[in-house]
């Protein structure tokens, strides 16, 4: 019988997607299920689809073997680490993939906010809705562990840190910038499906040769 593919989402944070282990270092599964019962805090949103299994680990000390993972989703994580922590992130994703294994990466781009903040205070008008919305892009929503933003990006940063990381980014990495209002790539998971970017983000797929 042929083996299941092994797919990760790491970062998952309180919804855990069918199909997947679900990789989150701020909770364990008893607090998840904890969560979903009060809804409180952090766990409005909190979800475990059918079929969804989890383990608690950080993205740079994965518990996965070398070479065993077949794909990893990763959407608007990375922007939560310590920025000791990104080129190491980018090493251990690289490590648990099988050859011909793809990640997906999302992250804000940090220059399109940092332009969207300049509008924001050339503006006439004080736009209160709008300062909550920025202060969020830029610093995280705030309302639970790990859900605060620590690290600006831009492609040509996370080019350099793939790099040092070991990643040949002529043949492993396609790095593509979305702007606000673009479609959204669907991806293994359904994420993205109808869906359209509320701000600008980079998208890193990274195939392991």
């Not at 364990?28 to 766990?43: M, P």
Request: some cysteine.
């Amino acid at each position: 019988m042929k083996n299941k593919p092994l797919w990760l989402n790491i970062g998952s944070g309180v919804h855990l997607l069918k199909n997947f282990v679900n990789v989150d270092p701020f909770m364990s599964l008893a607090e998840l299920k904890k969560g979903i019962k009060t809804k409180k805090g952090w766990y409005q949103n909190a979800k475990i689809e059918p079929g969804a299994t989890f383990c608690k680990a950080s993205i740079t000390a994965l518990p996965q073997k070398t070479g065993t993972v077949d794909y990893i989703e990763s959407c608007a994580m990375l922007e939560h680490l310590p920025l000791a922590e990104v080129v190491p992130a980018f090493t251990e994703v690289r490590r648990v993939l099988k050859s011909g294994g793809t990640a997906i990466i999302t992250t804000p781009d940090f220059t399109g906010g940092a332009k969207s903040w300049l509008e924001f205070e050339a503006a006439d008008h004080l736009d209160i809705d709008r300062y909550v919305y920025l202060s969020q892009l830029t610093y995280g929503n705030q309302v639970g562990p790990g859900e605060y933003h620590r690290v600006p990006f831009s492609p040509r940063v996370l080019g350099y840190m793939l790099l040092t990381a070991g990643w040949d980014l002529d043949k492993e990495v396609k790095m593509t910038l979305y702007p606000t209002n673009s479609v959204h790539p669907k991806l293994k998971s359904g994420r993205g499906k109808g869906q359209f970017f509320i701000n600008d983000t980079i998208v890193m797929e990274l195939t392991k040769k």
